[in-house]
């Protein structure tokens, strides 16, 4: 009897501490492994739930280490592996406009998961725009497939080109536009600017003798 006793406790196998890779903030108490018998409590980041939960307020466990390396439920009068905490049980907690699968949530398409709840599904936007010297009609953000015109203001245009003074873009279905915005400049180089230099900040610099021009910020016109 003490032989077999002496083989089973070497025949155990030891368990791993559950970390953030399964969802769990902390054990407790915390240790590298955890031999056959041990117990321990695990904790959930917000918004998971252990995968043995029965409700989803059931964010911790108390958890006993099996004989065969697994972790199970503790007190309950049933044992239960515990793999770590989850984001969904279908019968328990869904997720909105998704598919929980493998206690994790799969969006529909056309959504993206949301960074505040691992369970909540929004519509796949587009973000505002960043302008500069430039209006977007229509404002954002925007659905999938909107399409957005951006015109420069009044005396700019769009960097890297000569005259251009308007943009078309789509949101795609990544949530991200399909082209790069420019921004709109009054000069992309100095031969955009008359009697004057261009900046580093793409603004016309007068020569000296000259002003400004108030109806084109390209143009410097003598002072007299």
Known sequence: MILLALLLVHSARSCSFLDAAVNVEHMA???????AGHVATIYCFDNFFVSSAISETDN??????????????FGLGFETIVTGCIECIDSIASCNYGSCVDGVCICYEGYEKSLRDPRLCAITQCDDL??????????GPYDVDAVVAVKCNSGHHVLGTKDGTEQVL???SDGHFGSVLRPCVVCGHSGDCTNGTCNANHECECDIGFIQSSKDKSVCIKIK
């Open 29 to 35: 108490p915390w240790s590298f492994e955890y031999d």
């Open 60 to 73: 911790s466990a108390v958890v006993r280490c099996g004989p065969s390396g697994e972790w199970l439920t």
């Open 130 to 139: 960043v302008l500069a010297n430039q209006k977007a009609d229509p404002v």
């Open 170 to 172: 789509t949101c795609k």
